[in-house]
């Protein structure tokens, strides 16, 4: 009773309140969160990371790519694995996603394998925030601590999703807007580009670049027209940079002697703001590896489902109902 007749109001208190609320509900993720409903739940999926980029060093890039089209659109909640059906579209059929995103296949056999040892514990939005920082790992890149707790939507989002993800053709100021939506600097945008340093681009992605842009080396853009054709050829592959089976700071020594794949990752070094970070992390391996692997917890970060919102869905392509 003294404290309420302090000079504090009843209105003052509340609000004070109000807000220890919510900052204790914003720190709901923890890395510790399965420790004791499932203590094998990350060694379970590290070894089916492993083992899947062992057999398919490409899948380490899909699972990571697969992360990102997932947080982005609603926020990290695994809406990005749910099937359409006859009377729900899901994420799958949107353009940035169409006939491009890989590694459902693997998300089920880590959620079929997690759900025999702890039966509805572990999300499928956790599965593929882990998975993603375990295939950096599996080729060669940094390691992170990775928060967990996430819940899996009930919902997903065609629209937000051909809305939200930046596509190959974008422009320097379209990423930054397209990131800053989400709550990621600038600097966040550039580091987690990196990500491009592994995996394969479809002819589709980068027909226009190579035939139209001119702050593309002629030598380079001639190598690739002979795999991708002015007309077919939509599905033909070409690596990110030289060595895209390996996490390292090939894809920024690549911007800058004019070798960006995209369109989108040549805007990073084309004479704009963020030319002196490309140039960084071009010659300092350690600069990016610390720099990405923050930008990857903050993207994890985006609006997770936490307590009691959401589900831990049982089958990671549908929801539980």
């Known amino acids: 009773m003294a404290f309420l007749s302090s000079s504090f109001s009843f209105t003052q208190i509340f609000f004070v309140c109000l807000f220890c609320f919510f ?46 089209h997932d947080c982005f659109v609603n926020g990290c909640d695994a809406s990005v694995l749910l099937d359409d059906t006859s009377s729900f579209t899901g994420e799958k059929t949107a353009g940035p996603n ?48 990775v928060p967990l707790g996430r819940r899996d939507s009930t919902t997903a989002s065609l629209s937000t999703a051909n809305s939200d993800l930046p596509g190959p053709a974008s422009s320097l100021s379209n990423l930054i807007s397209a990131f800053a939506k989400k709550g990621l600097n600038t600097k966040e945008m550039v580091a987690l580009s990196g990500a491009h340093t592994i995996g394969q681009g479809r002819c589709t992605t980068f027909r226009a670049r190579i035939y139209n842009d001119t702050n593309i080396d002629s030598a380079f853009a001639t190598s690739l027209q002979s795999k991708c054709p002015k007309t077919g050829g939509d599905n033909n592959l070409a690596p990110l940079d030289a060595s895209p089976e390996v996490f390292d700071i090939g894809y ?46 903050n993207m994890g970060n985006i609006s997770p489902l936490t307590g009691s919102n959401g589900e831990i869905r049982t089958n990671c392509r549908k929801t539980n109902s």
């Not at 296949?105 to 880590?110: L, Q, R």
């Not at 080729?139 to 992170?144: E, K, N, Q, R, T």
């Open 23 to 68: 900052l204790v509900g914003s720190a709901t993720l923890s890395p510790t969160f399965y420790a004791s409903s499932c203590p094998k739940a990350l060694s379970i999926i590290q070894t089916a990371v492993k083992a899947a980029v062992a057999k398919d060093k490409r899948m380490g890039a899909s699972l990571v790519r697969l992360h990102f």
């Open 98 to 145: 169409a006939g491009s995103l890989r590694g459902f296949d693997v998300i089920d056999e880590i959620k079929s394998q997690v759900e025999r040892v702890c039966p509805n514990v572990v999300s499928c939005a956790d599965i593929v925030t882990v998975a993603s920082r375990d295939s950096v790992v599996a080729l060669g890149g940094p390691s992170w601590t």
């Open 252 to 297: 920024y020594k690549n911007l800058i002697i004019k070798k960006g794949l995209f369109h989108s990752d040549q805007e990073l070094f084309n004479g704009g703001s963020t030319d002196s970070q490309v140039k960084t992390y071009s010659t300092s391996l350690a600069t990016f590896f610390a720099d990405f692997t923050s930008a990857m917890i």
